[in-house]
């Protein structure tokens, strides 16, 4: 089954960080801010998985616990977050997987509510950028996830997503890229809608 490994690491549990100075807790508070103004968004992405092969398609974000990845026309997967699970559909081959997001860094970007400040790892780097790393040591196999944000004073909370790169335990790279992000638009909850291979033809 052709599964993208960035999937992998979404469902990976964050690590609680160790304290942290004071210039990584406020980068911390401000993607806080952030994830606490955007309500709804969405960006055209880029992935790009280890071998280089790359796959485009629409991001679409809606909280409380929404978001769907719309791969391109032609590429049979689709990934959806709904009603607390992540769920991968392969409708090559048609079949349906689904992880709980509560604990997971998708999680946090779908619920305002949680406190990234006791959950992330900042990782030092351009000042232009604010990364934040999650991975659980106990759960290697889940690999390990880092969100890039941008410091833009016109966007939410003075941020702008562009992205992650994943890694699987094997460390293979699987790297997603956002482009024309767009927030607080009205967005259907129909659009987290999907047709279930297993039992009806089609995709949504």
């Known amino acids: 089954m052709l599964k993208p490994m960035i999937f992998a690491a979404l469902a990976a549990p964050l690590v609680l960080a160790a304290p942290v100075q004071a210039q990584a807790t406020g980068d911390l508070a401000a993607v806080q801010r952030h994830l606490q103004s955007v309500t709804t968004m969405t960006a055209d992405f880029s992935q790009t998985d280890r071998n280089g092969k790359v796959l485009t398609g629409v991001l679409t974000l809606k909280k409380p616990g929404k978001l769907r990845f719309q791969y391109e026309k032609g590429v049979p997967l689709l990934i959806v977050a709904e009603g607390g699970a992540l769920t991968f559909i392969d409708y090559?081959?048609?079949?349906?997987?689904?992880?709980?997001?509560?604990?997971?860094?998708?999680?946090?970007?779908?619920?305002?509510?949680?406190?990234?400040?006791?959950?992330?790892?900042?990782?030092?780097?351009?000042?232009?950028?604010?990364?934040?790393?999650?991975?659980?040591?106990?759960?290697?196999?889940?690999?390990?996830?880092?969100?890039?944000?941008?410091?833009?004073?016109?966007?939410?909370?003075?941020?702008?997503?562009?992205?992650?790169?994943?890694l699987d335990s094997q460390n293979n790279r699987t790297t997603i890229r956002l482009s024309n992000q767009r927030f607080g638009g009205e967005v259907s909850d129909n659009t987290f809608r999907w047709n279930d291979p297993r039992t009806k033809k089609g995709r949504n």
């Open 92 to 166: 090559s081959v048609n079949q349906v997987q689904r992880w709980p997001i509560k604990n997971s860094p998708l999680g946090v970007l779908l619920d305002p509510t949680r406190d990234i400040t006791r959950y992330a790892k900042l990782v030092p780097g351009d000042s232009r950028l604010v990364s934040v790393e999650a991975n659980d040591p106990k759960h290697p196999e889940f690999g390990r996830i880092t969100l890039v944000f941008a410091r833009e004073a016109s966007a939410p909370g003075g941020l702008m997503l562009q992205g992650w790169v994943a």
